[in-house]
């Protein structure tokens, strides 16, 4: 079975998560955009050892920390899709806006696309392309549990920003219709901000997206 842990970081409490396999006890963090000194506090205290580095999108607060955390504990970097390389490239342009403190930029050691899979442990994740907040966002999603990580494409009651370089919302509604919906309403979901919600609640409620 597959565990997990949401662990807020950065400034703008990004949902960095800990997922870990409950048999092998190896785990993955999502998102690591800071705060490794309390990212690495939870792996301890889980008792986990972390493996890889899996990104959704390449905004700051979701992979900031990323080469820090990657340099540490030589762990490999999957995801997002390659299309967001520009924003990795832009990460002193990100510093400088929002205030973060320097960090290194990188190159993942995987880039994912649609219908990739990545693994940790006897854990399985499906990836699905999901562009629209950036043109590079996936999502990770564990069947099993029927529990996804979607970042930033959708949150409890909105969805993400598309006003920042190439951002689209007609291409971030059709990611969500198209590759998330048919997942199933019971899904639950981790957002990259906020609280977690379900597909079906969404599709009931979400003004963006409800049916």
Not at 99 to 106: C, D, I, L, R, T
Not at 117 to 130: A, P, Q, R
Not at 138 to 151: D, E
Not at 153 to 164: E, H, K, Q, W
Request: hydrophobic letters at 35%.
């Amino acid at each position: 079975m597959m565990q997990y842990k949401i662990i807020p970081v950065t400034p703008f409490q990004q949902n960095c998560t800990l997922f870990w396999c409950d048999e092998t006890k190896q785990a993955a963090i999502v998102d690591p955009g800071g705060d490794v000194s309390t990212i690495l506090a939870e792996v301890k205290k889980q008792g986990v050892t972390l493996t890889k580095i899996l990104l959704t999108h390449a905004h700051l607060d979701h992979a900031g920390a990323s080469a820090e955390l990657s340099e540490k504990l030589s762990l490999t970097i999957e995801g997002p899709h390659k299309n967001d390389q520009f924003w990795i490239d832009l990460f002193p342009e990100q510093i400088a806006q929002f205030g973060f403190q320097p960090v290194e930029a990188f190159s993942p050691d995987r880039w994912l696309d649609q219908g990739d899979k990545v693994t940790f442990g006897n854990i399985t994740l499906d990836v699905y392309f999901c562009p629209g907040h950036t043109p590079g966002h996936v999502v990770f999603y564990h069947k099993q549990s029927k529990l996804a990580q979607v970042g930033d494409v959708l949150f409890n009651g909105s969805i993400g920003r598309t006003d920042f370089p190439k951002g689209d919302q007609p291409t971030l509604i059709k990611s969500i219709k198209e590759h998330l919906w048919p997942l199933g309403s019971d899904v639950r979901f981790i957002p990259g901000h906020g609280p977690m919600s379900t597909f079906g609640e969404e599709r009931r409620s979400n003004p963006y997206v409800r049916d």
